[in-house]
């Protein structure tokens, strides 16, 4: 049944296939810098109108100082019933006019343009799952639930508090992000990104007449890039890279500022929480100098919890039945569903395969458009997990 099922899904996609890949390029032509709320208006409406001719309700949320997000479900869905959650992003680091220097470029094997493989190709996917499913009359025993947001590319500081809500009553995720490598593995861990700021403090002076009444806080700040730098534990995946520094006013001054900006990954929560301390309780290294320490984990560790690897397992069947090699690997970046594996079973990096995130060469390959939604289609009529894999995480960062 599952055989046969994933062949009409996929023979309906190939069906319309020129039409997937025309609205894909519609929704590239629209570009949706994340620091450009106004841009995200185009996109959200025609997701919005897209989603409501297949019946869902759709609405979009405007955000404070980003393009908010857009949350649907079927008009059809019964409260109290079990639901899952597809998750993407509009939003996407290229600035507006890129188009006029990095066009669309569609050949025979590929569609190239800013945006198409990270990740409007996922979005892609998600609307036309769900119009297979309603076209072949294909039963969602778990009610799909969507969300899109405009801020991921940014951290997704304003649609996290809704992602964790709707998480948290849903039986599992997926998260539309681009695959790993010409294999299109997919992600089932991802690490946790951390990032931490330092202000030194310290006291002027003049660099010829009086050095010795000031304090630098220049040095001062570069005892403290050397304890940084020793938390790094590569065989442990901890990485604390000090990738912004600047300080002084003059070379003729003993600096009376400074300031670190500090990016970590790991790849578990126990992880998180040290380095998170360790940091947090640096103190100074000088008489005459403040210290300040901001910042956190704004992403936490997608690890491979029970759950997550049951839907792993879920995927890599399915992908069986339908003649297809799937692998999973674990991700250096965070993404959304960093977020949603805190609190329900999720699946990563569920887009199309390609290459060139955040690189001009972006594109990805048209057969495995249909390929990629052909599982998401499955994956969406799939069965719903045990209700005792769905635990509040136990371990939360310090």
């Known amino acids: 049944m599952k055989v046969t099922t994933a062949k009409h899904i996929e023979a309906f996609l190939k069906a319309h296939q020129e039409e997937m890949i025309d609205f894909l390029k519609r929704l590239v032509t629209c570009e949706s810098p994340s620091h450009d709320p106004e841009s995200q208006k185009e996109i959200m409406k025609i997701l919005k109108e897209t989603l409501e001719f297949l019946g869902f309700e759709a ?5 404070k100082k980003t393009g908010g997000f857009l949350y649907a479900r079927p008009k059809t869905h019964k409260k109290g019933a079990a639901v899952q959650l597809m998750v993407g992003h509009c939003d996407t680091v290229w600035k507006k006019h890129t188009l006029e220097n990095m066009p669309i470029h569609d050949s025979e094997e590929r569609l190239s343009g800013p945006g198409v493989f990270d990740m409007k ?25 969507v969300l899109i947001n405009s801020d991921e590319e940014i951290g997704s500081f304003e649609s996290s508090n809704t992602i964790k809500r709707i998480a948290r009553i849903a039986c599992r995720a997926f998260i539309l992000e681009p695959p790993l490598g010409f294999e299109g593995k997919l992600k089932t861990a991802r690490k ?59 070379a003729n001054v003993i ?16 992880d998180a929480s040290f380095i998170e301390r360790e940091i947090l309780n640096l103190k ?45 690997a674990t991700a250096g970046g965070g993404s959304d569903g960093n977020t949603t594996s805190l609190y329900t079973a999720t699946l ?40 005792e894999l769905r635990v509040e995480p136990k371990n939360k960062i310090a």
């Open 59 to 63: 609405q979009v949320f405007p955000g």
């Open 192 to 250: 946790g990104i951390g990032k931490f700021t330092l202000n030194v403090t310290g006291k002027p002076a003049h660099a010829g007449l009086n050095p010795d009444e000031g304090v630098s806080a220049i040095i001062e700040l570069s005892h403290h890039i050397q304890d940084l730098f020793k938390l790094n534990d590569f065989k442990k995946g901890i990485t604390v890279n000090v990738g912004m520094i600047q300080g002084g006013s003059s």
């Open 121 to 145: 190709a996922g979005i892609t996917q998600m609307i036309f799952a769900i119009k297979a499913l309603k076209e072949l009359e294909i039963e969602c025993n778990v009610s799909p639930m």
């Open 255 to 270: 600096a009376e500022e400074s300031q670190a900006i500090v990016d970590v990954r790991v790849h578990n929560m126990e």
């Open 348 to 387: 990563d990096g569920l887009g199309t395969v390609g290459d060139g995130a955040h690189a001009r060469h972006e594109f990805i390959f048209k057969d495995k458009l249909i390929e990629r939604t052909t599982l998401l289609a499955m994956l969406l009529s799939a069965e719903n997990i045990e209700e």
């Open 284 to 328: 100074p290294k000088h008489k005459g100098v403040s210290l300040k320490i901001d910042g956190g984990f704004g992403r936490p560790p997608m690890e491979r919890t029970l759950r997550n690897q049951k839907l792993w397992l879920l995927a890599r069947d399915i992908a069986e039945n339908m003649s297809l090699t799937l692998d999973q």
